[in-house]
Each structure stands twice: as C-alpha cells, then as structure tokens.
C-alpha cells in the first residue's frame, strides 16, 4: 500500500507562486512515475517525471511549472510560477509503483484575479 500526502495549495493572486510537494511512504521500493494531475473535466495531466528523469508537461504549464522529485525522500514537487486564473483546481498527486497507480486526495489551489 502507497500512502500519498500533498501539500503547498493555497489561494495567490494571477502572477504569483505556489510550490505543491507530495511525499510517498509505505510499498515505495520502486516508484517509476511521480507526477501531478488536475481535475477539470476528468483528471487531466499537468506534470509527471518518471525515475530516469523523463518529464512531461501539459502545454498549458509549460514555462511556468517545473517538477522535480527527490528520490530520497520519495517527493515529488511542483514550483507553480506565473500563475493564472484557469489554473484554479484541484491538484492530484500521482505515483505509479510497479505498475499500481495511487493518487494523492488532493489540495486547491485558487488563483484570484
């Protein structure tokens, strides 16, 4: 079992910065995949980086979200730059072990106007 805790939402205002960070613990001998989806419509990819370092990003974030991990710490991070309006939502943590896919419960991020 892969217990997933996130952090780092808030409310910012358009323009500003937010850094999300999501721990793993439990069965995490081996993550290949830690990353960050969002709700919208059906949970929809913002950011993953595999073990290698393999990263992809949604268009929509690209030049302003940079994710990182630790794999030391089993952390996976999202520096949230240049904030927008539309990139209020929910923000799921995402980790594949071993082929099992776990998901964080999620933390808001507002962004105001």
């Known amino acids: 079992q892969v217990q997933l805790v996130e952090s780092g939402g808030g409310v910012v205002q358009a323009g500003g910065s937010l850094r999300l960070s999501c721990a793993a613990s439990g069965s995490v001998k081996s993550i290949n995949v830690m990353g960050w989806y969002r709700q919208a419509p059906g949970k929809q990819l913002v950011a993953v980086i595999a073990?290698?370092?393999?990263?992809n990003y949604a268009d929509s974030v690209k030049g302003r979200f940079t994710i990182s991990r630790d794999n030391t710490k089993n952390t996976v991070y999202l520096q949230m730059n240049s904030l927008k309006p539309e990139d209020t939502d929910l923000y799921y943590c995402l980790t594949i072990v071993v082929g099992s896919v776990h998901w964080g419960q999620g933390t808001q991020v507002t962004v105001s106007s």
């Open positions: 073990s290698g370092g393999n990263i």
